[in-house]
């Protein structure tokens, strides 16, 4: 059974760092892609950044670049998304997803979700 499990989110305040996890199961992270998402209140879903697990090519939305660095610990089977100099518009629910290709922070083909991770960023 296919799954993903994100952690790691809580309150913190402008320019403060959160580093989120999504655990998968159920299949090997060196074949798919692995995508962070993320979704305000509102607003449309939007990809953050993106893995390629087999090589570990790194994609990022330009608002993020800079601030945000996805790795992957393969034996772990995870993903994570280190997120510093956190800014207000950060504030949404995050997701990671399995897909089978990165393009600008987004993965493509995504087939499997995990629950989210609420970040909020406030003073």
């Known amino acids: 059974q296919v799954q993903l499990v994100e952690s790691g989110g809580g309150l913190v305040q402008p320019g403060g760092s959160l580093k989120l996890s999504c655990v998968a199961s159920?299949?090997?992270?060196?074949?798919?892609?692995i995508g962070w998402f993320r979704q305000a209140p509102g607003k449309e879903r939007e990809g953050v950044s993106c893995i390629v697990s087999s090589d570990g090519t790194t994609y990022y939305k330009d608002s993020v670049k800079g601030r945000f660095t996805i790795s992957r610990d393969n034996a772990k089977n995870t993903v994570y998304l280190q997120m510093n100099s956190l800014k207000p518009e950060d504030t949404a629910v995050y997701y990671c997803a399995r897909g089978y290709w990165c393009d600008s922070g987004y993965v493509h083909r995504a087939d499997s979700w995990g629950q989210g991770t609420q970040v909020t960023v406030s003073s």
């Open positions: 159920g299949f090997t992270l060196d074949y798919y892609a």
